[in-house]
């Protein structure tokens, strides 16, 4: 059996050479929505003058509302897109563990499912609230049933989305606990990334993200590994 250590030196070794490659597209499928890891406005219309007397009496607050607008916008648009660029990133972290020539491109090699991928996004969600309801606990555990769906998905994309699910849930019977201990391994990293402002996330990410993509190959039987004694 593999143990965290084991997931985290096969992602080292398939970042080795690659780092440049897989912190740019890290950094791009999170800026995109694509790692699961909204909002609304009002507005009110004014002539040009008005616009204009306002920015010459308060610009920064006319500042921080284009700001504001900008960045509702892009989390719009990363929404509607982020499930494809996952399902893309998970097929570029398969690729790198697999040693299958990752690319860039790979983020956005799912497209031609785009509604799929934003109805799993949509779907998990849904479910994990209202498991989260119930109480936190089950919550957490749901996240982690779910956790290998868009894997599934990404291998196979004429599977429907409760399928993905599905069988997230029967892959993930008995691992769940092995892949907390996964996530809780990076802690030390996390707090590290923390006091050097979010920078350290850059290697985080492609990092953590490969050990998962690792994780999913084991579990599934899809790729087997050597493992620590």
Do not use: H
């Amino acid at each position: 059996m593999l143990y965290a250590a084991d997931f985290r030196r096969i992602a080292r070794e398939a970042l080795r050479g690659r780092w440049a490659l897989a912190v740019g597209t890290g950094f791009v499928a999170a800026l995109l929505g694509g790692i699961s890891k909204g909002g609304s406005s009002n507005g009110s219309s004014s002539n040009g003058g008005d616009s204009l007397n306002s920015f010459l009496v308060n610009p920064f607050g006319t500042l921080i509302t284009v700001i504001i607008s900008f960045i509702l916008l892009w989390a719009l648009i990363a929404f509607f897109i982020g499930g494809a660029i996952e399902l893309g990133y998970c097929r570029f972290n398969l690729n790198l563990i697999n040693d299958t020539n990752p690319k860039f491109n790979d983020l956005f090699s799912r497209f031609n499912i785009f509604l799929k991928a934003l109805g799993l996004r949509l779907v998990i969600a849904i479910f994990t609230l209202l498991w989260t309801l119930l109480f936190i606990i089950p919550g957490i555990i749901a996240t982690f049933s779910y956790s290998m769906a868009f894997y599934i998905m990404e291998e196979d994309p004429s599977i429907g989305i409760l399928d993905a699910i599905s069988q997230s849930k029967e892959l993930m019977r008995g691992n769940k606990y092995r892949l907390f201990c996964l996530s809780f391994s990076f802690i030390g990293w996390i707090l590290l990334s923390v006091i050097t402002f979010g920078i350290g996330m850059l290697w985080l990410v492609p990092y953590m993200n490969a050990s998962f993509a690792a994780f999913y190959l084991e579990i599934s039987g899809k790729n087997q590994f050597s493992y620590t004694e």
